[in-house]
């Protein structure tokens, strides 16, 4: 039984550039939570979704951020044109019911560098 | 606006010995707590809960204290073992912005030393 799925691990990007962070969330799981950390910080939450919805994106900056969880395949984090200030770990976690949501999985990260 | 601190980043013990980890919380609201633990170039998994209806919940080697009247609560680790070296989060679930997500304090490092 496989865990949370984020691919790249690892991702560099020079400014302006666009990054794109996949998240496979555990199987049985339909509920899809993204955090990102900074340097010396905790994790901050940043969009719920449902398969095809996006439940709550309260935490996600309103310019150059996006998030789906299409029908098929990952969930996918979209930072378009990043900035130096973009650089952190994203982490994405997965909970198998919305009666349970604070019994999140999270995968080991995608640690973006922008240059 | 930090609702859940964990005020000191790291700390140090010998194996063997307790590990205690802080953290302490404003929001009243809170009536649920997670102690999650992470190494390096992982993501966080879930160690330890406790419900605020109450003040102790062990596992193993693992205990968590709430006093809510402090708006407290700490992770003892007894024994340590150099295994346990990771950063700890503290975190409690909210309902904020029409859904429920989990609020993280900073983390603490813990070394076990052998």
């Known amino acids: 039984n496989a865990g949370v799925m984020q691919n790249p691990r690892h991702l560099v990007r020079r400014r302006g550039q666009e990054a794109r962070l996949r998240c496979s969330p555990m199987?049985?799981?339909?509920?899809v939570y993204w955090y990102r950390q900074l340097p010396e910080e905790g994790l901050k939450f940043m969009v719920y979704?449902?398969?095809?919805?996006?439940?709550?994106e309260s935490g996600m900056p309103k310019e150059r951020f996006s998030a789906e969880f299409p029908k098929e395949g990952p969930s996918i984090l979209r930072i378009q044109q990043v900035v130096r200030g973009d650089s952190a770990a994203y982490f994405c976690?997965?909970?198998?019911?919305?009666?349970?949501?604070?019994?999140?999985?999270f995968g080991p990260g995608t640690r973006l560098t922008v240059t | 606006d930090q609702q859940v601190k964990q005020n000191s980043p790291s700390l140090s013990v010998q194996e063997g010995r307790i590990s205690i980890l802080n953290c302490d919380y404003t929001?009243?609201?809170?009536?649920?707590f997670l102690w999650y633990k992470k190494y390096p170039a992982e993501g966080p998994t879930f160690l330890i809960s406790?419900?605020?209806?109450?003040d102790k919940n062990e596992d193993g080697r693992f205990t968590v204290f709430l006093n809510k009247s402090a708006k407290h609560l700490s992770l003892h680790i007894v024994p340590s073992q150099p295994g346990d070296s990771a950063v700890y989060f503290c975190?409690?679930?909210?309902?904020?912005?029409?859904?429920?997500?989990?609020?993280f304090g900073k983390g603490m490092k813990l070394t076990v030393n052998p």
């Open positions: 976690a997965s909970s198998p019911s919305a009666s349970r949501h604070y019994e999140q999985y």
């Open positions: 199987k049985g799981h339909s509920h």
């Open positions: 979704l449902q398969k095809e919805n996006i439940i709550d």
């Open positions: 929001n009243s609201m809170f009536d649920y």
């Open positions: 406790i419900s605020s209806i109450k």
């Open positions: 975190a409690a679930p909210i309902v904020q912005g029409g859904s429920e997500k989990l609020v």
